[in-house]
């Protein structure tokens, strides 16, 4: 079994998401511990709240007072309801969690049941609850229950990162909830800065999104809306509202991922990882499929973006190694895409609009296998000792570690011409 911790700042996203899943009947109530019960065992979002506020008014120093745990047996472990809420019991017990309030979600929305449990911190007298240790513990926890309970041992190869999510599938129907699992995957598994990176990174799973902005009631509104896309890129369907998948999906959300995913990208040095890749390959490319295949062999992919007269107006690269999508004109000049429609102008009019299918389908299937295949030990140790958050930090590096040093001096040296230059 594998425990997947988060730490949040808002108890009523985390319970809209469980709650959304119970309403489309794919979650239901599995056991309640220290909370104001509805009397048919519903799920009731006010009641829920009310059930946390004493706790979280108790203490609001705390800076992510709530925590969410997935806890995931194995596929084959076959274990009834009872079971899992005494496991779900005995764990937050073994956690420090036996006394505070908590709900605990059974989801059947993929081919395995597994368990979500919300609840808070912070005791009914403001005091954190102590965190220390905290993954190292949850996994001791889970391997005392995979003895009790006769279940499966998670082996290090079977605790893989988040589930893989697919491409939506419009005829199969269910939009809401395939949208909003390809949505929480993005946001939480990719680094982007931008709104136009975010939606380059959907419309590989034929979801794109659009700012709606204007006024209601003299106040100002700022909102997203979410639309299914066909495999050609044409929408279809009703527009979904960010508010449908609770509060990680909206405005606000993505602007603190945007910042997170600056901080993360600097202290890693993603770009100059991915400018020295780029600075390699293009004096041997030929043309743009040959471009394309080069970057393919390093785990990257490259999306073009062309108007009808197969003018190229923009470029993003996709590092699938390390999770993170960059637009052209953040690496420089030279990889913006006017440097690139010079390049293969002419090559623009024998390519389709947009972005190749071939291409898109790679990336799309890299977002889950290359990252797999690279480093896989390494990456699921620090899962393991990390937990859910964890897969924001994950090192993968497909440039030699001589690269920045490279980079430095390059950059460096063009200081010093540049400088010469102003004393002329």
């Not at 969410?68 to 084959?76: A, E, F, Q, Y």
């Not at 034929?206 to 809306?225: C, D, F, Q, S, W």
């Amino acid at each position: 079994m594998i425990a997947k911790i988060t730490g949040g700042k808002s108890v009523y996203g985390v319970l809209k998401y469980n709650g959304l899943k119970a309403e489309d009947g794919k979650a239901q109530i599995l056991l309640q511990n220290n909370m104001l019960e509805s009397t048919d065992n519903r799920f009731d979002l006010g009641l829920c709240m009310h059930s946390f506020a004493p706790y979280l008014f108790a203490n609001r120093r705390t800076e992510k007072p709530v925590i969410h745990i997935s806890l995931n047996p194995d596929p084959k472990d076959r274990v009834t309801d009872r079971e899992l809420s005494e496991m779900a019991q005995r764990y937050m017990e073994e956690m420090g969690y036996g006394n505070q309030p908590y709900i605990v979600f059974k989801h059947t929305d993929i081919d395995r049941q597994h368990l979500h449990i919300v609840s808070v911190r912070v005791d009914e007298n403001g005091k954190k609850i102590k965190s220390d240790f905290e993954n190292k513990r949850s996994m001791e926890i889970c391997r005392r229950l995979e003895q009790e309970y006769g279940l499966h041992v998670a082996g290090k190869g079977e605790r893989t990162d988040a589930p893989e999510v697919k491409k939506l599938d419009y005829p199969r129907g269910d939009v809401k909830h395939q949208v909003g699992r390809i949505v929480k995957y993005l946001f939480e598994n990719y680094r982007f800065q931008s709104f136009g990176e975010f939606r380059t990174l959907l419309e590989l799973f034929n979801v794109t999104v659009e700012e709606v902005k204007g006024a209601i009631y003299g106040r100002p509104y700022h909102g997203l809306l979410y639309v299914a896309t066909d495999d050609s890129g044409k929408r279809v369907g009703t527009p979904l509202k960010s508010s449908s998948f609770g509060i990680s999906g909206g405005c606000e959300a993505l602007e603190e991922r945007f910042k997170e995913s600056a901080r993360l990208i600097w202290e890693e040095r993603i770009r100059e990882k991915l400018y020295l890749v780029l600075k390699q390959v293009v004096p041997q490319v030929r043309n743009r499929e040959d471009f394309t295949e080069r970057l393919k062999e390093k785990g990257i992919g490259v999306v073009f973006r062309q108007n009808e007269d197969g003018r190229i107006y923009g470029v993003t690269f996709i590092d699938h190694g390390n999770r993170t999508v960059l637009n052209g004109s953040r690496l420089g000049k030279e990889f913006s895409a006017n440097a690139f429609r010079e390049r293969f102008t002419e090559n623009c009019h024998t390519e389709g609009r947009s972005l190749s299918l071939g291409n898109k389908e790679w990336n799309y299937r890299q977002v889950h296998s290359y990252s797999q295949q690279q480093g896989s030990l390494e990456k699921r140790q620090e899962h393991e000792m990390e937990g859910w958050g964890g897969l924001l930090n994950l090192p993968a590096n497909p440039v030699p570690d001589y690269a920045e040093p490279m980079w430095l001096e390059e950059q460096r040296r063009k200081r010093k011409k540049k400088k010469r230059g102003w004393r002329r």
